[in-house]
């Protein structure tokens, strides 16, 4: 599963921290004494475990459960689903909406990061420090500090209450990340392998498309899923560059569908609504966890 | 890539070269130009304007009204809130920051060995991560309610509310934070801890070192770098928090939890409306900011020597 192991082979017994305090390495869990020492590791640990997942799955059972002030009073079924549904423009207006950011993003942070990483990696240029630099420095400027003048500049050119908008945004704020990420992957494949191409008589760019895209395809991977993930769930660009209710995202729709009957909070569509915005994010987590605790590692790395 | 042929005079290799760095020159800047494009527009642009909004009078609807400075700042500082906000979000980096690297490290402990059962453990503190934290927010706002949370009959019996009182909120909500962000801060140390060469713990060991030892003398101090990455971002992310809050508490109870971010949103776009002050208050944070990491940096650093 997760893809962090240790590269420690040739050391008998557990690291420092490990459970079983100073068992000696015999075969690991066959005797009757060894699982009944490992039993309070598990039993610990496991419900550790269990605190990090248990909020998600009630919440998935919750929203298809009974409850008195929603649209499920009793019995189980799909009626906060349905509430959601019809909630102002439609759950699929704001499904539809978010997705679009998101893919939009995802798209130019891709396209972006890709050339990007191309030239910081493979050319020399002038200027290409500083402009490496200047990237990296978004990492350090508040979000909110760039999203009051963006929030001016987006007026002045029409972009007023637009996904576009918010999606060019978002692309900005994943720059360092994947610019630097693309950057390593590119400097990670030898040399050799695109000279050779172009001595072939390739052009730059057909020795990126044909020969380099494939071997930096894991680092696209990551970088577009921490885009994605990143647009998906996005709340304060669109809370500050959105204001029209037929424009706003999943995670602004549900935020707001809380007050909206009568001042009581509808806590069953709440939940329908959380299950929406998460589960994208969670299948896409299983299916592609290697790439995200990649991505984790690289930022580790340049520290 | 440069082909040199050995038989030309060298005058013309040396054109030939030079020539080669232009067209290298010229390609690298084409590649890079979406970068540039992007970089310019949407950061350089708007860093400068921010500037400049916070020195001229700037109301929402209507605009630029010509340079008043320093009256945005000086409303920034004695906003009401102003210093309960700087107060408040100082105490919960503190909080947040302590609680995320410990657990971050003691979880990254408890699964460093590599094993099924281990990846299973690390896959679960890690799901939290994926979600978004306006999602988490949102989650944990039906879990700390009095009606909805399968925890209200113990909240009725105990007589206490998750997000009743000042108290209350800023701990639920840093439970909130943990459980989203302990996964990530696992994955950092995990990555740290890998670093470590496994002769130093096994000269340890021989040398009869305890655990507790161990861990101090060896773990700890070889994880530094590990932990001024780490200690880095979570302050930054800590000083800046706004969605949970915005979510979870809307500030109260009582304009107990506003941050300073979300003071910065108020100022902007709820009531007052005033974008110059607001982006008198983002300089004030940036320039913090800068002076905080600096500072981090720093100490860091001269720990090492």
């Known amino acids: 599963m997760v893809a962090v192991s240790r590269s420690r082979t040739g050391r008998g017994g557990p690291p420092p921290s490990a459970a079983a305090p100073g068992r000696p390495t015999g075969p690991k869990g066959v005797t009757i004494a060894g699982i009944a020492l490992r039993t309070p590791y598990w039993v610990l640990s496991g419900s550790v475990g269990l605190i990090f997942l248990a909020p998600l799955l009630w919440t998935a059972v919750a929203s298809v459960g009974p409850r008195a002030g929603t ?75 760039l999203l009051i003048p963006l929030y001016v500049l987006l007026n002045q050119v029409g972009l007023e209450n637009s996904l576009v908008g918010v999606a060019l945004v978002l692309t900005m704020f994943q720059l360092p990340f994947s610019t630097f990420l693309m950057r390593i992957s590119f400097e990670a494949v030898p040399r050799e392998l695109d000279e050779a191409a172009m001595v072939d008589g390739c052009s730059t760019f057909s ?97 | 890539m440069r082909v040199t042929a050995p038989s030309r005079p060298p005058s013309a290799a040396m054109r030939d070269r030079a020539r080669t760095r232009g067209r290298q020159a010229l390609l690298g800047w084409l590649y890079a130009t979406p970068t540039a494009v992007f970089v310019v527009a949407l950061f350089a642009v708007p860093l400068l304007l921010v500037i400049r909004m916070s020195v001229s009078r700037w109301p929402l609807l ?71 934290l306006a999602s988490a927010s949102l989650l944990f706002y039906v879990l700390y309610s009095p009606y909805a949370s399968p925890l209200a009959p113990v909240m009725d019996r105990l007589g206490v509310t998750f997000l009743g009182s000042p108290t209350a909120a800023l701990i639920s909500t840093t439970f909130l934070i943990v459980w989203r962000y302990a996964g990530f801060y696992m994955v950092l140390m995990l990555v740290g801890l890998q670093g470590i060469p496994a002769d130093v713990y096994e000269a340890a060991r021989a040398d009869g070192a305890s655990r507790w030892q161990t861990f101090r003398k060896i773990t700890l101090p070889l994880l530094r770098p590990t932990l001024a990455l780490t200690t880095v971002l979570c302050v930054t992310g800590s000083l800046l928090a706004f969605e949970q809050f915005y ?20 100022v902007a776009f709820q009531g007052q409306n005033d974008l110059g002050v607001a982006a008198a208050l983002s300089v004030i944070v940036l320039l913090a900011l800068v002076l905080i990491n600096a500072l981090q940096l720093r100490a860091f650093r001269s720990e090492e020597n």
């Open chain 1, 207 to 303: 020795a990126l498309w044909r020969v380099l895209l494939p071997a930096v395809k894991p680092g696209l991977i990551t970088v577009g899923l921490f885009a994605f993930l990143t647009a998906w769930n996005d709340f304060m660009a669109p809370l500050i560059l959105i204001n029209d209710s037929e424009r706003m995202t999943l995670p602004l729709a549900v935020s707001n569908l809380r007050g909206q009957v009568q001042g009581v909070v509808d806590y069953g569509a709440t939940e329908a609504g959380v299950v929406v915005l998460a589960l994208p994010c969670i299948v896409l987590f299983l299916l592609l966890q290697r790439h995200y605790v990649r991505g984790f590692m690289s930022g580790a790395m340049k520290g």
């Open chain 2, 247 to 266: 979510i979870l508490t809307k500030g109260g109870p009582d304009n107990s939890t506003i941050t300073v971010v979300q003071l910065i949103y108020m």
């Open chain 2, 62 to 132: 209507s605009g630029d009204q010509g340079v008043n400075a320093p009256d945005n700042f000086v409303k920034a500082v004695n906003h009401r809130f102003f210093t309960d906000s700087v107060v408040f979000t100082l105490k919960y980096t503190a909080l947040a920051t302590v609680l995320l690297l410990a657990l971050g490290l003691g979880l990254a402990l408890l699964v460093q060995e590599s094993s099924r059962w281990n990846n299973l453990l690390r896959a679960s503190f890690l799901i939290p991560s994926a979600l978004g």
């Open chain 1, 71 to 145: 649209n499920q009073v009793d019995g189980w079924g799909f009626g906060n689903y349905e509430t959601l549904a019809n909630y102002q423009a439609g759950i699929w207006r704001y499904f539809a909406n978010t997705a679009f950011v998101a893919l939009l993003a995802v798209a130019l942070t891709l396209l972006i990061s890709l050339l990007g990483g191309y030239a910081f990696a493979r050319f020399r240029f002038p200027g290409k420090n500083i402009l490496f630099l200047v990237t990296l420095a978004i990492l350090m400027v508040p979000y909110a500090t």
